[in-house]
């Protein structure tokens, strides 16, 4: 199986809604309660919001597909940072995410994604790559110390009105 990762148009963000908010369910079903998850889903990591977010002008996005029938599994995306509780620098870019649907974990996605984000980030001219991820996705977090991120910090992330701890890293590039 081979993949393929290629940038992302408007006409993706059905593809980036159904993986993030099946990425994000796979994380959380066992913390946060059923409406919470919904509504989060629906309005976070919905159509219209990655509709929005690939109109940014500092975003970059990537879609990964099997390359035998161009089904979705995974996708990254970068942005100006937003991150509140760390000094933000100039030349700073936030990954905002890599996501990859679970059947395709144990393949080389993310990776590819991560080296697309990060060569992107390069040309655009940044300096340091900032991301936050969930405190207890042990996974997520080893994958990123593995790729050269440090903690810089921490910070709550709101859903349904309860705080969940994410972990603030850093790269330079």
Known sequence: MTITIRPCTHEDAPALALIAQTTFFETF???VAREPMIAH???ALGVAAHEA???EPDARLW???LSHNATPVGYAGLAAPDIVGVALLPGDIELKRIYVMAPYLNRPIGVLLLQAALAEAAA???RRM???VY???ARALAFYRKHGFTQIGAKPYIV???PYELLIFARPL
Do not use: F, P, S, Y
């Open 63 to 65: 879609l990964a597909a």
């Open 41 to 43: 889903c629906r309005d």
């Open 29 to 31: 079903a066992e913390v």
């Open 160 to 162: 349904g009105g309860a």
């Open 135 to 137: 405190a207890t996705n």
């Open 53 to 55: 977010w690939i109109a």
């Open 124 to 126: 655009m001219g940044k």
């Open 130 to 132: 900032l991301l936050a």
